[in-house]
């Protein structure tokens, strides 16, 4: 959707009001994390999904279709064109070879899933290359290639709106929350590394938040609000 505003009744000091369009709806979009609508990738039938706090550049050539990530995370789905389709990172280049892969920036790396096909991966500084096949991922350095293992359904689920969990840290858990709601979710230290397991709604932080705290020993407070402080739960009188 996009929301339009009038410029000239905007203040400084009150949330600005707006009208919303869905052209989502329009363009017979299904739900879900956004999707790039471009000429250049629906024309060949590639499609790349967005994740929050995420940025891409775009340069299609005669031979190649290249993309080079900025920032966060795209899950990308290629179709069939005579033009060889790459992922640039700091780190290397992911080579698509017929395939649906997720790839992701942080600072240990490039990360990789790859759900169908194949992916090749060459490092940026010494040019080494590993194919990773359907059902592995990987993280790599512009040095070296991390031995691939068993690719996490979670590493796409969030193009559907879903954030999956299996004993991952509760600080884990709201450090991507925060990168999908507006305000700050901060964690008392002393239960950052509570386990959180189940499926949640990835873009609407306080629905998971109220699920969580109906089953673990935690309380969210909302000092202000765009600022919720999530702790221990206190000991019953």
């Known amino acids: ?20 369009l869905p052209i ?3 363009a017979g979009i299904e739900e879900g994390q956004p999707r790039v609508v471009h000429p250049e990738f629906n024309k060949d039938g590639t499609q790349v999904w967005l994740a929050s706090a995420s940025a891409f550049d775009q340069d299609y050539q005669p031979g190649l279709r290249r993309l080079q990530l900025v920032a966060g995370e795209i899950l990308v789905s290629t179709a069939s ?4 389709f790459v992922v640039d990172t700091p780190q290397g280049r992911l080579r698509a070879l017929g395939t649906r892969f997720a790839v992701r920036l942080s ?10 096909g194949a992916v090749e ?4 500084s010494r040019g080494e290359t590993t194919v990773l096949q359907a059902g592995q991922q990987s993280r790599f350095t512009d040095r070296v290639t991390e031995t691939p293992a068993a690719a996490d ?19 884990e858990v709201v450090a991507e929350l925060n990168r999908y709601r507006r305000g700050h979710i901060s964690v008392a230290t002393e239960i950052a590394q509570l ?5 949640y709604p990835i873009t609407d932080a306080d629905r ?9 020993p935690i309380r969210v407070r909302r000092p202000l609000p765009w600022w919720l402080v999530i702790e221990a739960q206190p000991p019953a009188p």
């Open 1 to 20: 959707a996009v929301g339009v505003f009038t410029i000239s009744a905007m203040t400084a000091d009150e949330e600005p009001e707006y009208v919303t």
């Open 24 to 26: 989502a709806e329009w």
């Open 81 to 84: 064109d005579e033009r060889e």
């Open 107 to 116: 600072d240990a790396g490039t990360s990789v899933a790859v759900y169908e």
């Open 121 to 124: 991966v060459t490092t940026a």
């Open 153 to 171: 359904p979670a590493r796409e689920a969030w193009s559907r709106g879903i954030l999956i969990t299996r004993d991952t840290p509760l600080g």
């Open 195 to 199: 386990p959180v397991f189940g499926s």
């Open 208 to 216: 998971t938040l109220a699920m969580l705290e109906t089953v673990m």
